[in-house]
């Protein structure tokens, strides 16, 4: 994924994954290593209708990252007041 937004707080991040859950978002890959949820996470998401995924990064220095499309990071970024939308480097 080339887009990103990063440093969003915690509990956010959180709350954004719930969101788009609920609006059908299925979760296809959680990351289950002995650190998970201390030290890193991540979490795929998919929406089955289009194919869409949204990828949730977290660790306990720079909080949390996602990437996702750019129409879907600046939906995210204006529904949460989020950071700026980033390029990645690929």
Not at 17 to 32: S, V, W
Not at 53 to 81: C, H
Request: net charge negative; aromatic share 12%; glycine share 4%.
């Amino acid at each position: 994924m080339p887009y990103k937004i990063e440093h969003i707080e915690t509990e956010t991040w959180h709350r954004i994954m719930q969101d788009l859950k609920h609006l059908g978002f299925k979760e296809m890959y959680r990351y289950d290593g002995m650190d998970a949820g201390i030290d890193y996470n991540r979490y795929d998401l998919m929406n089955q209708a289009d194919n869409e995924l949204v990828i949730f990064e977290w660790d306990n220095w720079m909080e949390g990252e996602i990437k996702a499309t750019p129409s879907r990071l600046e939906s995210l970024r204006e529904t949460y007041q989020l950071s700026k939308v980033l390029e990645t480097e690929t």
